[in-house]
């Protein structure tokens, strides 16, 4: 058939069974509303999430007609600035269609370019505190990451943490503060900050005063070093960082190891070890993109699930009009297209191909590093942290491997402390 | 111990505001302060304007609406031919010569149809979802309205209301009211009239059935008419005209006109049935024609009871039933089928039947339907304009008062029997449950063409079997009239 009257076939044939036959429901005219719900069935699953899924099968299978049929719908129905549906269906709309016309790594580095054209630091600064304010997200990761490093690094005299994350130092003042106010010898502090971003780079200019000045008022002596000549993470070597003898080293990964190519991972957590650090903090979003990335439906579906989650969250913590729940949403929509529609390798551009904790951990383990279990003290300051703030938010303890941060029952942030073994 | 920390809240800017305070108490001449007070979220570091430019931002979205807009462009026929779907395809390649060359309004018109079958499939295809209909319902009511646009635009208006119906009810709402509430008794007229100046869709029925019954009757003293809805009776105004202007045989028969009526009904638009039949009467005295009315109530569940009918002996019993005009409350089938079948209890002469025409779909299921009915209304809407183009305002009348309700009452009766095989017709149900075709005459048929010849001449009558007669507007058909009986006498 050729592809007009197929697709009309699929239209036109509903329920044609294996038996050739149309299929009988129980059909009594006056009481057809009871029969409706009889014939439900999945009817009313989300239309987006239905949408899309058929559409990566479709791509999947090569199905162009199918293909070119779904992406006008969800093209129709879908909508950026409408409901949670219309947006999930409006971003992954935009990767399904840069998968089919091959227009992924050209489709990314332009929303790259545009949003390190429009976004400041000032912009950038505002839109994390502001994230922080509504949703435990990221103050989950910090608070059990400042939590297990402060209590790894208790006692020693000279400190030096190094910070390889998204989050643009907001981590650090509760712990220069921490430090300031717990100890009766406040311990040097050298804070390395690794930025492959060149937004982060150019943020560091901004940062790097604002620390010092903070360091000084908590009286605590503080060096600030900016590592902003790798294009990519995976560059990190050992001697980037200049540890320096007698330092107490604490590594804090926070977003930070899925931005390194996959093949990478592993050589990168070996450089960490190499440093020989005390503690090793590490905190990832929950997904896994990285299995199954051979398999297009199968990444689709997790990226579909987790995003979906992400947005609800987005949804339920910020006022329906935030600029901020927008630009978190635009990040999201890059990070979808960075995985679902470029290659696994694309020069200058970080990742996104997120782990979850089990399989970092299997990483980590492979490198030479055990877990080292939260403390119980660090495990109620996050509980404490969580009563802050809405509705929605647990905590998951499922064993040694971390702790996760969970919306709705659902692990949406993995935090976990290494040491070498 | 636990830690004090106050939680995630302490900022780097912070210092500002405690820079600040410092400052300021120590009164220095220091230039390297802030300029702010706490209030100012600390900078000084304010070389460029924090706002984000959004409209950087979402050009790249509409870029993106644009790029998935060129898929549908006229100049990539790859992707359009397998976007567009060619049964709707070529009915519009016939209408229209222009058609090759197409336009913006074409392509908006396509999107619309395409849209509305994806509803309708949401609704009731195989893969059902209730909420995909929604969304594609509320995405079609931001491109439509009853009243502007084109011809397309505004049939996608009622048909967009007729699914929200639909949906309104399966989702377990209150029953919609189909035809859509009341309207005002001089709209009525107005479109009544109006409808039939502007086509042949009123006078083809009615004159088909009259010439059927007048060959029928021509020896007869008594005639008795039943009239399943008889709305304002023009039909048996010109009736009685042709009886009384008979040149040969008998005189004028006397003539008695049963109304069938629903109990219950309210007032009607049209007045009531005893108005009619008020005025029918006037008429008949006023050219000579012997007559009387009666009315015959409807159970509540519109149930008919032969019964109920007065007969006389001797009287040539016919059963005329108008199911193409709309009423203003949908015909539940089963109001029907208790009328016909009662009705062939009473073994009458002549049973006239006209209908709207709807494709045979052999395996369309609700979808199949829907697109047919879509395309059957789309058929009625450009034969109005092709005849009246400038008459906007009075097309849209007739649209809002007849076929926006009828196309309300169709897609209903579509729904209902979405999981039936194959749809019958009235004339199919009539022949299935014995009645028997009678021929229409060469005189009936000329008769039609003569009709037709008054209005544009994209309409057409065919024959479509011996006992029926099919008005059409260009390829498609849209009305029929067919004649029954249920007797063996030599009719």
Not at chain 1, 172 to 178: C, F, G, N, R
Not at chain 1, 317 to 329: G, V
Request: negative net charge; proline residues 3%.
């Amino acid at each position: 058939m050729d592809t007009n009257s197929k697709f009309l076939h699929t239209i036109a044939n509903p329920r044609i069974n294996t038996n050739g036959g149309l299929l009988h429901l129980d059909m009594q005219p006056t009481t057809s509303s009871s029969s409706d719900s009889a014939a439900e069935g999945t009817g009313d699953a989300k239309w987006a999430s239905r949408l899309l899924r058929d559409c990566a099968a479709a791509m999947s299978d090569k199905d162009s007609a199918k293909i070119h049929h779904l992406l006008w719908m969800l093209n129709e129905l879908a909508s950026p600035y409408g409901d949670t549906d219309q947006k999930l269906a409006a971003y992954f709309l935009q990767a399904l269609f840069c998968k089919a016309t091959d227009s992924g790594r050209r489709c990314y580095k332009t929303l790259i370019s545009v949003t390190e054209r429009s976004h400041s630091f000032d912009s950038a600064r505002k839109l994390i505190l502001k994230f922080q304010e509504v949703s435990p997200w990221t103050t989950f990761g910090h608070v059990a990451s400042n939590g297990a490093t402060l209590e790894a690094l208790e006692g020693e005299p000279s400190l030096h943490v190094i910070d390889i994350s998204n989050t643009l130092c907001t981590q650090w003042p509760t712990l220069l503060e921490a430090l300031a106010t717990r100890t009766d010898d406040t311990p040097r502090l050298r804070l390395t900050v690794v930025a492959a971003t060149a937004a982060a780079k150019s943020a560091m200019k901004e940062i790097a005063p604002r620390m010092e000045k903070f360091a000084r008022l908590m009286g605590v002596p503080f060096e600030f070093t900016v590592i902003a000549g790798l294009n990519r993470l995976g560059d990190l070597t050992k001697d980037d960082l200049a540890v320096r003898e007698g330092e107490a080293v604490a590594v804090n990964c926070v977003g930070a190891l899925r931005r390194v190519d996959v093949e990478e991972r592993n050589r990168v957590i070996e450089t960490i070890k190499s440093l020989n650090p005390k503690v090793v903090t590490i905190v990832e979003e929950e997904a896994d993109f990285s299995s199954n990335r051979e398999d297009f439906v199968k990444c689709f579906e997790e990226c579909l699930r987790f995003h979906t989650v992400y947005f609800e969250m987005l949804e339920e913590s910020f006022a329906p009009t935030s600029n901020e729940k927008l630009m978190l949403e635009r990040e999201c929509a890059r990070s979808i297209v960075r995985v679902l529609a470029c290659d696994d390798k694309v020069e200058d551009c970080d990742s996104e191909r997120r782990e979850k904790g089990r399989q970092w951990s299997e990483r980590l383990r492979e490198a030479g590093f055990t877990a080292a279990a939260h403390s119980d003290d660090v495990v109620d300051d996050v509980r404490a942290l969580l009563k802050r703030y809405r509705a929605g938010w647990s905590l998951l303890l499922p064993g040694e491997d971390g702790i996760y941060l969970a919306w709705k029952e659902e692990p949406v942030v993995w935090a976990s402390v290494w040491k070498p073994s | 111990m636990a830690m004090v920390m106050d939680l995630g809240f302490l900022s780097y800017d912070d210092y500002s505001a405690m820079d600040a305070v410092t400052t300021t108490t120590t009164t220095t001449t220091s230039t390297t302060t802030t300029t702010t007070s706490s209030t100012d979220e600390g900078c000084n570091w304010n070389d460029w304007s924090p706002v984000v430019d959004w409209e950087a931002l979402s050009g790249d979205q509409e870029d993106f609406q644009n790029l998935i807009d060129s898929m549908i462009d006229e100049n990539n026929v790859v992707l359009q031919q397998s976007i567009r779907p060619s049964y709707v395809h070529e009915e519009y390649n016939n209408q229209s010569p222009e058609y090759n060359m197409a336009t913006d309004e074409d392509s908006k018109g396509l999107r619309l149809i395409h849209l509305l079958m994806e509803a309708a499939e949401a609704m009731a295809g195989a893969n059902k979802c209730r909420e995909l209909a929604r969304v594609i319902l509320v995405r079609l009511k931001e491109l439509v309205s009853p009243t502007d646009g084109t011809n397309m635009e505004r049939l996608a208006a009622y048909f967009t209301d007729a699914l929200q119906a639909l949906l309104d009810t399966a989702a377990g709402g209150a029953k919609h009211a189909l035809g859509g509430g009341e309207h005002h008794r001089s709209d009525v007229l107005a479109a009544f009239q109006l409808l039939q100046d502007m086509s042949p869709y009123v006078k083809f029925g009615h004159f088909t059935a009259n010439q059927a019954i007048l060959e029928a009757v021509a020896h007869d003293r008594r005639v008795h008419i039943v009239d399943y809805d008889i709305m304002e009776g023009i039909q048996w105004a010109s009736l009685m005209q042709a009886l009384v202007s008979r040149k040969d045989g008998p005189p004028a028969p006397h003539l008695r006109i049963t109304a069938v009526s629903r109990s219950g009904a309210g007032r009607r638009s049209f007045g009531t049935i005893q108005e009619t039949g008020r005025r029918l009467t006037a008429f008949a005295a006023s050219i000579g024609q012997p007559f009387s009315f009666h009315q015959c109530r409807l159970d509540v569940d519109e149930t008919f009871r032969p019964s109920s009918l007065k007969l006389v002996r001797g009287e040539a019993l016919i059963i005329n039933c108008m199911l193409h005009l709309p009423h203003f409350n949908y015909r539940a089938p089963d109001s029907i089928t208790s009328f016909l079948s009662g009705a062939k209890t009473l073994n009458p002469r002549l049973i006239t039947l006209v209908e709207e025409e709807m494709a045979p779909t052999s395996d369309g299921g609700f979808v199949g339907r829907f697109m047919d009915s879509l395309h059957h209304f789309s058929t009625v809407y450009d034969s109005l304009e092709a005849g009246f183009p400038m008459q906007s305002r009075a097309r849209a009348l007739v649209e809002r008062v007849f076929l926006g309700p009828r196309i309300m009452g169709s897609l209903a009766r579509i729904y209902r029997a979405r999981d039936e095989e194959g749809g019958y017709s009235w004339g199919q149900w009539l022949g299935a449950v014995g009645f028997r075709p009678v021929s229409i005459s060469f005189a009936n048929h000329c008769q039609a063409k003569l009709l037709l010849g008054l209005y544009n001449d994209g309409y057409r009558v065919e024959e479509l079997t011996t006992n029926k007669l099919v008005l059409g507007w260009k390829s498609r058909r849209l009305l029929s009239a067919s004649i029954w009986t249920s007797q063996d006498s030599d009719l």
